[in-house]
């Protein structure tokens, strides 16, 4: 019986070893299966998103997915109400939206990351037409104005009737995606726009219209943001769409010829109006960091004071979860 107590004994602590070393050996497994590279990265491109539109012209993401077998599927987002939509119902894996915005999403349960700041723009204001007498955001009390809903012109339009000492009560919003909300000035069916470039810019060369109301500092940066999950489960693949993206913006910056021609051939817009577009647009500053940061609290808090964000949410703890500088491009390129 001793023998056998021993014997027992040595097969029990032989299978404890064995299943130790298994241990290991199988999450490693896991893991592996987990991060298993998809078939297909789903990007998003927009005209308000200048990078987005070289590095898909480019094709540097293509080049750097070849050797692993991944193909590149690109969908277009008129605004980043639509970016933000197709990121929740998992139908782009990365989406163009302003900062903003973005956070609003994440507020209502949309799970999102912004990894990558593609610009820092001055892309909004509000617009109207020469004969309509609008020349302050007071003015638009009782007014007809055109906006796209979830996206900085509309978060642009918030604060500025706040700061007039109105709501968006006081105001008749007409909602429609952004080139609508061009045709709707024009023809007399709205007397004011939240604009966004490149139509903005458009309207004013081409048809004439008056930004009436401007304020770089309210305008949150164009980020590039990213579902959670693919994030945690594919870092490597953030880190090659970024290195990309970086590319892309190196080019833009020593190519701005190129980048014209990638926004013209895009929008189908003359080029005056993409140089009016690109001279409101800073492309120098791609790190995810203090100055996005500030500039999206500062929209929270206002938007919270309107009463877009509910009044118990944590808006500084709400833009942390939003900002991963983890995969911030490294200094100097």
């Known amino acids: 019986m001793g023998l056998d107590r021993r014997t027992l004994l040595s097969a029990a602590c032989a299978a404890l070893a064995l299943a130790a070393l298994a241990g290991p050996a199988r999450a490693q497994e896991q893991a592996g299966a987990r991060a298993k590279d998809p078939q297909e990265i789903r990007l998003d491109w927009a005209t308000y998103n200048p990078v987005g539109l070289v590095l898909k012209e480019k094709g540097f993401l293509e080049e750097a997915l070849k050797p692993r077998g991944i193909r590149v599927r690109w969908v277009q987002s008129l605004g980043s109400n639509k970016a933000l939509e197709f990121l929740n119902a998992g139908a782009v894996d990365f989406g163009s939206a302003a900062g903003a915005a973005a956070l609003v999403a994440r507020i209502n349960g949309n799970p999102i990351k912004a990894v990558y700041a593609f610009s820092r723009p001055e892309w909004t204001a509000l617009v109207t037409r020469k004969d309509t007498g609008i020349a302050t955001p007071a003015d638009l009390k009782g007014k007809r104005v055109a906006v796209t809903r979830g996206t900085d012109p509309h978060i642009f339009l918030i604060r500025a009737l706040q700061g007039a000492g109105l709501t968006e009560r006081d105001a008749k919003l007409v909602l429609l995606q952004h080139p609508d909300g061009r045709t709707a000035l024009e023809r007399g069916d709205v007397d004011a726009w939240a604009g966004l470039d490149p139509m903005m810019a458009a309207a004013e060369i081409e048809g004439g219209a008056v930004l009436f109301h401007r304020d770089p500092a309210a305008n949150t940066w164009g980020l590039l943001d990213v579902r959670e999950a693919f994030a945690r489960e594919h870092p490597d693949l953030v ?6 993206y970086e590319r892309a913006r190196a080019y833009a910056l020593a190519n701005p010829q ?3 021609a990638a926004l ?3 929008t189908k817009l003359p080029e005056p109006v993409i140089a009016r577009q690109i001279a409101r647009t800073d492309l120098t500053q791609p790190a995810i960091g203090g100055a996005q940061a500030d500039a999206i609290r500062a ?3 206002a938007l919270q004071q309107a009463g877009v964000i509910p ?5 500084g703890a709400a833009v ?3 900002l991963d500088p983890a995969f911030n491009p490294p200094a100097g390129r």
């Open 239 to 244: 880190r090659t769409v970024i290195a990309a």
């Open 311 to 315: 009044a118990g949410t944590d808006v």
């Open 299 to 301: 929209a929270g808090l």
């Open 264 to 266: 013209v051939a895009a």
């Open 320 to 322: 942390d979860g939003l």
């Open 258 to 260: 190129a980048l014209t």
